[in-house]
């Protein structure tokens, strides 16, 4: 014997319809809005389709199995739901209103027989459930949310050192993960451009804006991994708006001519991150004579976002994320010896002192461009599993491995700052799992404006004598034209 419970639930959203439909279908998103879901997993690739299937792990220890057995874009989906403890078919339905969206919400879920029974002692437990789920759904799709403020109890714990070193572990993740707020803001017409997309945070950032329906620009400097990537990427995520772009972004010839092709294919940059990166030892030089950390770290990203500038102001609501590390907190930037050339040489200070810089860069930024609805932000991923960290420190890699976090937990903050609302709402500041942290720890990393000024200017010598001759020459007539 078995007995039938239906809830039936209507929500109205000031969305448009097809943002409501991308965020609702993409159904492992269930874990941000239904309070009684711990995770959602996608577990079939390609954009949500008939034959998707997820399974929905619940808080209360078992999971249900998702399957789309009818879908009609922007109006309905139907899933049957399969479990230990019931089936169920679960309908949703989209229409159009006159202030945005209705999304009417029908379960007919089947208990076997002890099970109704209890169903039958507890009539209102599947309700409250339901109606829960959906006041979830209306929150996420209402995206009223506020970007938390610099708080005194985290900045303490980074001064602190230990308390703060914690929270880079994937168990700094987990307690952080619990504030979170849903991100439904729809990614469809934008367009991100992502440095060291093939391997690691990069990666799996590029994955989940790719998910998320970005255009997608992939800048890589192996085309044969790069392509690779954009296969993997469109197949898992249905989006075959990814194209690729090649460049070593410690080599500025390529970095100029990188900035060239976007410029000259004119579309605007939406969404900028600047994640290539590498801790290099011994100390090395490239082609151009440029010691490496400092040329893929501080110059490369200084000299593509700065020519890229145009592109992201025609945006005129973009978001640079850069990627920084926690390692800055270590050090101060040096700006006569930008280049590590003095004294004995190590990766991790040159490196620290390159991620230093690039948080410079970031206020400057923030300030410059904030008339031009740019925001520009700073993060740390923690410390993640990446085949970076494997190679470039083996030792604290065996050392810390079960305390790692994964690079989709890595990526998760460039992801929010790249996509949620109300992270467009900050600019100039530096983040570590959707919360903003101090950019130093203690005064003696602290740069003179004197410093920073010739920072800027020795940047900015160094962007104008790497430019190749020809884009040099080309502007010059165009101007004096
Ligand atoms: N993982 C962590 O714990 C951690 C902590 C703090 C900060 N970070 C930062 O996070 C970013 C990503 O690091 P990851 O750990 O994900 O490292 P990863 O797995 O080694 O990935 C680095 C990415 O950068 C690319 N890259 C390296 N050198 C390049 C160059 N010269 N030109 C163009 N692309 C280049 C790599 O391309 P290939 O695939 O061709 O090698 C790869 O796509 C870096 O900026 C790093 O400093 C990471």
């Given at each position: 014997?078995?007995?039938?419970?239906?809830?039936?639930?209507?929500?109205?959203?000031?969305?448009?319809?097809?943002?409501?439909?991308?965020?609702?279908?993409?159904?492992?998103?269930?874990?941000?809005?239904?309070?009684?879901?711990?995770?959602?997993?996608?577990?079939?690739?390609?954009?949500?389709?008939?034959?998707?299937?997820?399974?929905?792990?619940?808080?209360?220890?078992?999971?249900?199995?998702?399957?789309?057995?009818?879908?009609?874009?922007?109006?309905?989906?139907?899933?049957?739901?399969?479990?230990?403890?019931?089936?169920?078919?679960?309908?949703?339905?989209?229409?159009?209103?006159?202030?945005?969206?209705?999304?009417?919400?029908?379960?007919?879920?089947?208990?076997?027989?002890?099970?109704?029974?209890?169903?039958?002692?507890?009539?209102?437990?599947?309700?409250?459930?339901?109606?829960?789920?959906?006041?979830?759904?209306?929150?996420?799709?209402?995206?009223?949310?506020?970007?938390?403020?610099?708080?005194?109890?985290?900045?303490?714990?980074?001064?602190?050192?230990?308390?703060?070193?914690?929270?880079?572990?994937?168990?700094?993740?987990?307690?952080?993960?619990?504030?979170?707020?849903?991100?439904?803001?729809?990614?469809?017409?934008?367009?991100a451009v992502i440095t060291g997309a093939?391997?690691?945070?990069g990666?799996?950032?590029?994955?989940?804006?790719?998910?998320?329906?970005?255009?997608?620009t992939l800048v890589a400097r192996?085309?044969?991994?790069?392509?690779?990537?954009?296969?993997?990427?469109?197949?898992?995520?249905?989006?075959?708006?990814?194209?690729?772009e090649i460049a070593d972004m410690s080599v500025m010839k390529d970095v100029h001519a990188l900035a060239d092709r976007l410029l000259?294919?004119?579309?605007?940059v939406?969404i900028l991150v600047n994640n290539a990166g590498?801790?290099?030892?011994?100390?090395?030089?490239?082609?151009?004579?440029?010691?490496?950390?400092?040329a893929l770290l501080l110059l490369g990203p200084y000299i593509l976002t700065e020519r890229l500038q145009p592109l992201l102001?025609?945006?005129?609501?973009a978001?640079v994320v850069n990627v920084?590390?926690?390692?800055?907190?270590?050090?101060?930037?040096?700006?006569?010896?930008?280049?590590?050339?003095?004294?004995?040489?190590?990766?991790?200070?040159?490196?620290?002192?390159a991620?230093?810089g690039l948080?410079?860069l970031t206020?400057?930024w923030?300030?410059?461009w904030?008339?031009?609805?740019i925001?520009v932000?700073?993060?740390?991923?923690?410390?993640?599993?990446?085949?970076?960290?494997?190679?470039?420190?083996?030792?604290?890699?065996?050392?810390?491995?079960?305390?790692?976090?994964?690079?989709?937990?890595?990526?998760?903050?460039?992801?929010?700052?790249?996509?949620?609302?109300?992270?467009?709402?900050?600019?100039?500041?530096?983040?570590?799992?959707?919360?903003?942290?101090?950019?130093?720890?203690?005064?003696?990393?602290?740069?003179?404006?004197?410093?920073?000024?010739?920072?800027?200017?020795?940047l900015q010598?160094l962007l104008?004598?790497t430019r190749?001759?020809?884009t040099?020459?080309?502007?010059?007539?165009?101007?004096?034209?």
């Amino acid at each position: 014997m078995s007995n039938l419970v239906t809830l039936d639930e209507t929500i109205d959203v000031r969305r448009p319809l097809n943002e409501v439909f991308a965020y609702v279908s993409e159904f492992s998103r269930i874990d941000e809005w239904d309070p009684a879901v711990a995770r959602g997993h996608k577990l079939t690739p390609g954009a949500p389709a008939v034959g998707s299937e997820y399974r929905i792990d619940m808080k209360a220890g078992f999971s249900l199995h998702y399957t789309i057995i009818e879908l009609e874009q922007d109006k309905r989906m139907l899933m049957t739901v399969d479990s230990k403890l019931f089936t169920a078919r679960e309908e949703i339905l989209f229409s159009k209103t006159k202030s945005g969206t209705r999304v009417r919400y029908i379960a007919k879920f089947d208990f076997p027989a002890p099970l109704a029974a209890a169903h039958r002692l507890y009539p209102a437990a599947m309700e409250r459930v339901g109606k829960s789920a959906m006041a979830g759904l209306q929150a996420a799709l209402e995206d009223d949310f506020e970007a938390p403020e610099e708080s005194r109890r985290l900045a303490l714990a980074d001064r602190l050192v230990l308390p703060g070193l914690w929270r880079f572990t994937r168990l700094g993740y987990r307690e952080s993960r619990r504030r979170w707020n849903p991100v439904s803001a729809y990614l469809g017409d934008r367009h991100a451009v992502i440095t060291g997309a093939t391997s690691g945070v990069g990666l799996a950032a590029a994955r989940e804006l790719a998910s998320l329906g970005a255009r997608l620009t992939l800048v890589a400097r192996n085309r044969r991994k790069g392509n690779a990537v954009v296969r993997e990427l469109q197949s898992e995520s249905g989006n075959k708006d990814i194209a690729l772009e090649i460049a070593d972004m410690s080599v500025m010839k390529d970095v100029h001519a990188l900035a060239d092709r976007l410029l000259a294919a004119g579309k605007p940059v939406d969404i900028l991150v600047n994640n290539a990166g590498a801790l290099f030892n011994p100390r090395q030089q490239t082609p151009e004579g440029l010691e490496k950390s400092f040329a893929l770290l501080l110059l490369g990203p200084y000299i593509l976002t700065e020519r890229l500038q145009p592109l992201l102001a025609k945006s005129g609501d973009a978001r640079v994320v850069n990627v920084s590390s926690g390692g800055m907190y270590s050090q101060k930037i040096h700006v006569d010896d930008l280049q590590s050339s003095r004294g004995r040489y190590s990766g991790s200070v040159a490196y620290a002192r390159a991620k230093r810089g690039l948080m410079i860069l970031t206020e400057e930024w923030a300030g410059r461009w904030r008339k031009d609805g740019i925001t520009v932000n700073a993060m740390h991923p923690g410390w993640a599993d990446t085949p970076g960290v494997e190679t470039a420190l083996p030792g604290f890699y065996r050392a810390t491995q079960h305390l790692l976090r994964s690079p989709e937990e890595g990526a998760d903050t460039i992801v929010w700052l790249a996509a949620a609302s109300e992270a467009g709402d900050v600019s100039g500041k530096f983040w570590l799992d959707r919360e903003q942290h101090p950019s130093h720890i203690g005064r003696r990393t602290r740069e003179s404006a004197a410093e920073r000024k010739q920072l800027l200017a020795t940047l900015q010598d160094l962007l104008a004598s790497t430019r190749p001759a020809a884009t040099r020459k080309k502007r010059t007539r165009k101007r004096a034209a």
